[in-house]
């Protein structure tokens, strides 16, 4: 396994409103992306979500933690997916933000 992707995103929504936008995303995500990764796992315990998920015949698995001003993605990426984490690192980012954008 490689070194995990670790992707943290400011926000100044609190916790509770932050956590509520990312499980709407995640909805929509699946929604949109439905024939493309299969959701292997998808479990929330409080602010913190263990997932799993199935692409390009490779299994992805992360946590995802919401804080106060915060939220922190880690990603578990086989070998064969790493070379493409710098890209995926900047699309979360730019995605993240825009979902937890103070509007």
Known sequence: MT???VVSIPHQL???E???RLQTGIEQLKEQYAGKFAVLENR???PHLDFRVSAVGQTVSGTL???EEHVTLALQ???VLAVLAQKAQSLIQSKGQLLLEKK
């Open 65 to 67: 933690d919401v804080a």
């Open 18 to 20: 932050a956590q509520r």
């Open 44 to 46: 929330w315990t409080g």
């Open 14 to 16: 609190g916790a509770a």
């Open 77 to 79: 990426l086989p070998w």
């Open 3 to 5: 070194k995990p992707l």
